[in-house]
């Protein structure tokens, strides 16, 4: 009883989740094609549909891996007591297993539940963006403008008289515009050196350390936590999953031997084998040193490169 009991929330969990965006989106979102908004508020809407698509993708994704869970736990619920006539070893194995299952399917449906939730806070936030009559819309990006500004000179006010970053205190002040798979220069990923695309939009801090593996010299890009971090040449991805004291990693395979490393992301946007184009977005900006930023390398095979030159720094 118990066993149906947790797959039917599996089940009922999924179908909610993989439900049409129409009908769990507010009304009007979704059907018509979304009015333009001016400068940085058309970025604060492009981020929330994008953040929408990949807690859509993730959904799915996790629809399908709770069903098979659940099935997987009314197997060897079913089982009962048989395991025990293989001997008491067998019938442990048997019981710890089911326990794994019964947790695992218990965050699944908490994520679920998460997942859910974000979707219509999403939602309602980009029905009240696009919902702004123009001469709001252009005062609220005014407003914008000014709390940044101000965010600025407080920040540069603080590194005037504290040092924030242990492994090297200078650092260089960048801001990159955005850029598409129209802005793709020629010459293949070996010809970017000097003036490799940066993977975070706008201003950011970049600080030079020595690559985490040891050999060359990686980057750490200070942003603000949950920024969009995007590709920086076409590519494959060949790695998209948590690494070894590199927290959230996505590694992509850009040809010739060159690939770039994205590390201590806060969410991954991409899978393994999926093909990218010159600034599809990635993942977002995670913790690195207890701070907001992102750890960015460019390698040759396994070998890390001298990455600042590569930005022409």
Do not use: C
């Not at 009304?27 to 908004?37: T, V």
């Not at 048989?82 to 965050?107: D, K, V, Y």
């Not at 005062?139 to 040092?163: K, N, P």
């Not at 650092?171 to 695309?197: C, E, H, I, K």
Request: no cysteine.
């Amino acid at each position: 009883m118990k066993a149906r009991w947790v797959l039917l929330l599996a089940l009922s969990a999924g179908t909610a989740l993989g439900a049409p965006a129409s009908e769990w989106l507010a009304p009007g979102l979704g059907s018509a094609e979304a009015p333009e908004l001016p400068g940085a508020l058309n970025d604060d809407a492009e981020q929330l549909r994008e953040e929408l698509e990949a807690l859509k993708k993730e959904s799915a994704e996790r629809r399908a891996l709770t069903i098979a869970r659940g099935r997987a736990y009314v197997r060897l619920a079913r089982a009962g007591l048989l395991p025990l006539s293989q001997g008491l070893e067998a019938f442990a194995a048997h019981t710890s297993r089911l326990e794994r299952l019964r947790r695992a399917l218990g965050r699944d449906l908490s994520r679920d539940k998460a997942i859910t939730s974000r979707q219509i806070e999403l939602a309602r936030s980009l029905q009240s963006l696009e919902a702004l009559p123009p001469a709001e819309r252009n005062a609220a990006a005014r407003a914008r403008a000014a709390i940044l500004a101000a965010e600025e000179r407080d920040q540069a006010f603080q590194r005037a008289f504290q040092s924030q970053w242990s492994p090297t205190p200078s650092s260089t002040a960048v801001y990159a515009a955005r850029v598409s798979a129209s802005d793709l220069p020629r010459g293949g990923f070996a010809g970017q050196r000097g003036q490799l695309a940066f993977p975070i939009p706008g201003r950011s801090e970049i600080h030079t350390i020595r690559s985490p593996s040891g050999t060359g010299k990686a980057v750490v890009m200070s942003s603000t936590w949950g920024s969009a971090v995007r590709a920086v040449y076409p590519g494959r991805v060949a790695f998209a999953d948590e690494y070894p004291n590199l927290g959230n990693t996505v590694i992509i395979d850009h040809g010739g031997r060159f690939y770039t490393v994205s590390a201590h992301l806060q969410r991954i946007s991409v899978q393994v084998g999926d093909e990218l184009t010159l600034g599809q977005r990635i993942g977002t900006v995670g913790t690195y040193d207890q701070k907001p930023a992102l750890l960015f390398e460019v390698r040759d095979g396994q070998n890390t490169l001298n990455t600042p030159e590569w930005f022409g720094i």
